[in-house]
């Protein structure tokens, strides 16, 4: 779907044309290992790469040169897959031909250049002062998850089932890291980052591609770099079955918040990936799945109650929100509907519902160019030819026995309770 | 079948009101594989107190009972519609804002099937006693993890602060309390006044073809038979236009306080036209005061007042209107008196000039047109324009007219002091 241009070694540019949209999306990607401190680093270097340049000295100056093109959106963040940790500088602009006046796309190549290979440099250092503000940003950025209950449950389940692995490293770093970072390490974290990550670019829009090959050749002009593989997946398998751990942890709150946490050796570079994804969504994945139609329709006690695969980390998740008191009932039901699928209790209903909606999730997804770019980068480890239908001939082939014995590659680690009750 | 060409779009919206005073767009959409369509009718949280179809008397039903008819409309006698939309690979899903219901599902295959599926659901009421009482623990649940959610309990804090009578201010969902009075009657009663064709509109929008989809929706509908169209008497107190609160505080287990400003509008009597410009207006003044290149935010954000959860936002619907701006803050105090005095020195002394004006403008035309690449967007925006007599592809031409004269109106329906509150989320203290 992407054309593929090697600009460097370990410089790829992936380009699509496509009238479907009314803008050229962009999104430029730093792809190296996993580490926390470094990760820190990157994502305070993100907010300071994004509020100003060597161009456009102060926020306000930029955003006003970003305005003017018609709102033309840029920004950076930081993301995490498996074992990889990613900056990325996004951005989107209207096509030209929707606009009164031209040149917008050739302006914005110029800025994203000028974000990139023009920091805001003084004596050859990031401003002191914008380096303390954005370190700041970020601190409160990681202690606000406390704030968001789902989240928090979530982030303390992933702690205590998979200490000091990726699966629990938070994208943004520690606090005392961020605390510890000087405008010099900064720097240094730049250069490296430059030199060193694999870089991915993405293009996608009604542009001319060979003209916009040209443009990026010369405008982002990267070194060629050595790329170090990395592992697609971290999982940690647990060989002997474990004792389920039972954690109950108190704040002031009403509802409770039960998220369950399971391993399998099934995960994104497993020949059995697809087969997994069908297994999760008859679970929990759908408003048709034995957890929605039990724990919510049957039995009234949740809002919500889904399941989700973490496949690069070889993990799936349940969560709910919940009474507290009736904790046990939850959890047994939640054992009970997996247990089904473990005994091949599975109608062709089910099946069906499932394949469709995850054609559906997938083909939906294409209907965006982020998704585009975001669902391609992902897949493109495992299949440089990908495409939606790749996904949906694989799905298409699982069958209730495959759905069955997947089930039974699932188990049960941890049962996690954030809630006001008191524990015993 | 009318045809409306946006020449500036590159866009053709379809459009026809049936026999039965149901309104129909189409917007078909080049390159995409999904279509997405909504179902929705003028009937949200604030319609509580109505005259009931063929009575004469008003009632006032119990608080959240539009959200709960809602929940209630995929439940059928052979079991629940999310199955068969599955079956069919649409991911289907319902909302209930202050002012509207709305349907919907997004499919990459079987429009048509879907289709009737939404039409046949939303037009084919089955509530008994059973299911309303199954209900009941759901959406407990459901309002349970709102009130966990200090984001909502700030919005909401902030409008029960703004409004003395107007039911904008009773969460959408009800409480656990009211919803027990709930029944079927109910439901049926507000069904059968809110739900007529006539109150509603259907819009399809990505991959279709216009002439097909029309004559699928006609026939579908002939097949049916509905009452006369009648006017809906719906009946609001009146609201003066001071706050209600001038300042409340909630405490929750966060870890850093949580500041909202609401600014009650005093000019909400107003529809089609009327209504686009002060709104976008309205939107404007609060880019240029208050956003990214604003001398506020970057004082603010340079002091460390606010951080990345800094936002603002204006809503406008016929009765009611409101802005706020907000932030978590280490100085709650400090922030509040930051937005005030923003407020006050532009009413002392108007800073908004041509240059400033052209600017935002390029910003909010760009985003509109960023937005049209999403079904989504258009989908549910077009509907809720619809609603207020408003067309959604006016928004660039009104846009393009806007004078510093509009903005300087729109920003004196939210301006004065009196309609000025504060409400603030602080940690708990930790009882050990």
Request: net charge negative; with cysteine.
């Amino acid at each position: 779907m992407f054309k593929k241009v090697e600009l460097q070694q370990g410089v790829t540019l992936y380009i699509r044309k496509s009238d479907q949209f009314k803008t050229v999306n962009f999104s430029v990607k730093w792809k190296s290992t996993l580490d926390e401190k470094k990760a820190a680093a990157r994502t305070v270097l993100a907010n300071v790469l994004q509020d100003s340049n060597g161009k456009y000295q102060t926020e306000t100056e930029f955003r006003n040169k970003l305005d003017e093109l018609y709102g033309t959106v840029l920004y950076m963040d930081v993301a995490k897959r498996g074992d990889t940790h990613i900056v990325s500088l996004n951005a989107e602009c209207v096509n030209d031909e929707y606009l009164a006046e031209g040149g917008v796309l050739d302006e914005v190549i110029s800025l994203m250049q000028s974000v990139i290979f023009e920091p805001n440099l003084v004596d050859g250092q990031f401003d002191e002062a914008i380096v303390n503000r954005e370190k700041r940003s970020v601190k409160e950025r990681i202690r606000s998850v406390y704030d968001d209950k789902a989240r928090y449950a979530q982030k303390r389940m992933l702690e205590l089932l998979r200490p000091d692995s990726p699966v629990s490293t938070s994208t943004y770093g520690k606090e005392e890291d961020i605390e510890a970072l000087t405008s010099e390490a900064l720097l240094a974290t730049y250069e490296n980052m430059l030199r060193e990550d694999e870089i991915d670019i993405y293009i996608v829009g009604d542009i001319d591609e060979d003209v916009m090959v040209e443009k990026v050749k010369s405008l982002f002009a990267f070194n060629g770099r050595t790329v170090h593989a990395r592992p697609t997946v971290r999982q940690t398998v647990t060989e002997q079955p474990v004792e389920v751990r039972h954690v109950m942890e108190k704040q002031e709150m009403k509802q409770g918040k039960l998220h369950l946490g399971f391993s399998t050796p099934i995960a994104f570079d497993h020949p059995d990936y697809m087969k997994m994804q069908v297994a999760n969504g008859i679970f929990g994945g759908f408003a048709h799945s034995k957890l929605f139609m039990n724990v919510r329709e049957k039995e009234s006690m949740a809002y919500y109650a889904s399941s989700s695969y973490s496949s690069h980390y070889g993990l799936l998740y349940v969560t709910a929100g919940i009474d507290a008191e009736l904790e046990e009932k939850a959890v047994s039901l939640i054992n009970a509907q997996l247990l089904a699928l473990q005994q091949g209790d599975i109608t062709d209903l089910e099946l069906e519902q499932t394949k469709a909606l995850l054609a559906n999730g997938i083909k939906s997804a294409f209907d965006s160019a982020r998704g585009q770019i975001e669902v391609f980068d992902q897949y493109k480890e495992l299949d440089e030819h990908f495409t939606a239908d790749t996904l949906i001939f694989g799905w298409e082939a699982v069958t209730k026995k495959d759905v069955q014995a997947m089930a039974s590659e699932i188990m049960l680690e941890i049962v996690y309770l954030l809630s006001g009750r008191e524990s015993k | 079948m009318k045809k409306i060409h946006f020449e500036n779009l590159q866009e053709t919206l379809y459009n026809e009101k049936l026999s039965n005073g149901l309104d129909v767009y189409i917007l078909p959409k080049r390159g995409f594989s999904k279509t997405f369509v909504t179902f929705t009718t003028k009937y949200g949280s604030i319609d509580r107190t109505f005259i009931p179809r063929g009575q004469t008397e008003e009632v006032t039903v119990p608080d959240g009972i539009a959200h709960f008819l809602e929940h209630k409309l995929f439940e059928k006698e052979d079991g629940d519609v999310f199955q068969k939309f599955s079956v069919n690979g649409a991911a289907a899903n319902a909302y209930t804002s202050f002012t509207r219901t709305a349907y919907l599902f997004s499919a990459t295959d079987k429009l048509y099937d879907n289709t009737e599926i939404l039409l046949d659901f939303v037009q084919e009421p089955y509530f008994t006693k059973k299911t309303v009482e199954k209900e009941k623990g759901i959406i407990a649940q459901e309002i349970t993890m709102y009130d966990d959610q200090p984001d909502w309990r700030l919005y909401f804090g902030t409008i029960e602060n703004m409004f003395h009578e107007h039911p904008v201010k009773i969460d959408i969902a009800g409480t656990v309390e009211t919803i027990q009075d709930i029944t079927a009657e109910h439901l049926y009663e507000c069904y059968g006044t809110f739900y007529h064709p006539s109150n509603m509109v259907l819009f399809v929008v990505g991959a279709v073809d216009p002439k097909e989809m029309m004559a699928f929706i006609k026939k579908n509908q002939d097949s049916k038979t509905f009452e006369e169209p009648a006017d809906i008497i719906r009946s609001f107190p009146s609201e003066v236009n001071t706050i209600a609160i001038s300042k409340r505080t909630l405490a929750m287990d966060i870890t850093k306080p949580k500041v909202n400003i609401g600014m009650k509008c005093n000019k909400t009597d107003v529809e089609g036209e009327e209504m686009l410009i002060q709104e976008l207006s309205s939107g404007l003044v609060l880019d240029i005061l208050f956003g990214r290149t604003s001398p506020f935010y970057t004082a603010a954000y340079n002091e460390g007042l606010i951080d990345e959860s800094f936002s603002y936002d204006f809503t406008l619907e016929q009765g009611f209107g409101f802005a706020m701006v907000g932030s978590d803050t280490d100085q709650p105090e400090k922030l509040d008196i930051a937005i005030r005095k923003t407020m006050h020195d532009a009413s002392e002394s108007w800073p908004i000039t041509d240059v400033e004006l052209d600017r935002r403008r390029k910003k909010k035309i760009g985003q509109f047109m960023r937005s049209l690449n999403s079904p989504d967007f258009i989908a549910n925006q077009f509907t809720r324009f619809a609603f207020n007599g408003m067309n959604l592809f006016d928004v660039v031409p009104t846009l393009e007219k806007l004078t510093v004269e509009n903005l300087k109106d729109a920003f004196q329906t939210f301006s004065d002091e009196s309609s000025h509150t504060v409400f603030t989320v602080h940690p708990a203290e930790k009882v050990q």
